[in-house]
């Protein structure tokens, strides 16, 4: 939990060296996207699969009391929250993109709302804040529910033409590369947790904490490959996956198109912030899907 390190907690390599000050002057404290490359860094740089958690120097009684789960999950891995080293290493759990929503929580199709981490609402910015999560569902979910029961329909279609603004959308061809020889049907050779694992592999080498160009082009690639594979008939097994192989390519497709390091998202051929694309968010439509061509080119202001 990274309220674990605003409680006080130290990260060490496996020197015993509190390494964060190298990184940052905010130490410890610096926002997750420093911490998790300055982690990457150090794992790199001593060959390792892991750093260090360090909350030796803070109250047990404490450290227990205001961590209890944390604790609890180190007791089943035997390791002591107060008094171990604990093994930490970046991970990727969180997708700060999702279906465009206004401050209402409309998307673009009439009546259909999202809320939650499917929703790309803006609140995280270019980098998720802490348990900024659960309030986003809570606040959303209010305001989508009030919408609901409203019965002021012109409030309602007032308030969803605010989705047009401050987002480029682009036009997005999503079928897979070579459709010569379309897989149509055809069982996969692999299973669905086989692709899975892959994807993932391939998300974390290429389009993880440090991006470029040539990488971000073989992540595409070998999805688009991975799509064919799968076949374009989505029997019930298949969904799940070929909606994460969507994700994943269009994930890329938006880390191609920012040319520049901006929070999470950190390009080691674009390694400083473009001032143009402050504030300028990319949403994407299918090419070859004519109910999205209607919308318009401005889309969604973030609160």
């Known amino acids: ?14 020197a015993g060296e509190r390494f964060m000050p190298r990184y940052s002057s905010q130490e410890e404290l610096a926002p997750r996207d420093v911490v998790a490359r ?35 999950i180190c007791r089943q891995n035997g390791l002591d929250l107060a008094t171990d080293l604990l093994p930490i290493a970046p991970a990727a759990h969180y997708c700060m993109g999702g279906v465009m929503v206004d401050t209402f929580g409309h998307t673009t ?18 980098n998720r804040l802490a348990s900024n999560s659960l ?13 609901l029961v409203a019965s002021n329909r012109e409030k309602i279609d ?18 897979p590369g070579d459709t010569k020889n379309p897989s149509s049907g055809r ?8 692709i899975e694992r892959q994807l993932r592999e391939l998300m974390w080498k290429y389009v993880s904490l440090v991006r470029n160009r040539e990488g971000l082009l073989t992540a595409r690639r070998e999805i ?23 994700v994943a390519e269009l994930v890329v497709a938006a880390a191609l198109e920012r040319c520049e390091s901006r929070g999470s998202h950190w390009r080691l051929d ?34």
């Open 270 to 303: 674009y390694q400083h912030q473009n001032e143009k694309l402050a504030k300028k968010h990319y949403a994407f439509y299918h090419l070859h899907s004519d109910r999205y061509e209607s919308v318009d080119k401005e889309v969604v202001p973030h609160v």
């Open 109 to 126: 199709v009439p009546n259909l709302y999202a809320v939650g981490e499917v929703a790309c609402t803006g609140v995280h910015g270019a």
């Open 1 to 14: 939990s990274e309220a674990v390190r605003g409680e006080g907690a130290y990260l060490r390599n496996h």
């Open 224 to 246: 688009r490959l991975m799509q064919q594979d799968l076949g374009f008939a989505l029997a019930q097994k298949t969904i799940e996956i070929a909606n994460m192989l969507q």
């Open 187 to 194: 069982a996969s050779k692999y299973s669905k947790g086989q």
């Open 38 to 72: 300055a982690i990457l860094s150090e794992m790199i740089d001593e060959q390792t699969d892991c750093q260090y958690l360090d909350l030796r120097h803070l109250p047990a009684d404490k450290v227990y009391a205001r961590f209890p789960t944390i604790a609890g």
């Open 158 to 175: 007032r308030c969803g033409q605010t989705l047009q603004r401050m987002t480029s959308l682009i036009a997005y061809d999503d079928q």
């Open 135 to 147: 309030l986003e569902g809570l606040v959303y979910g209010i305001r989508i529910a009030d919408q």
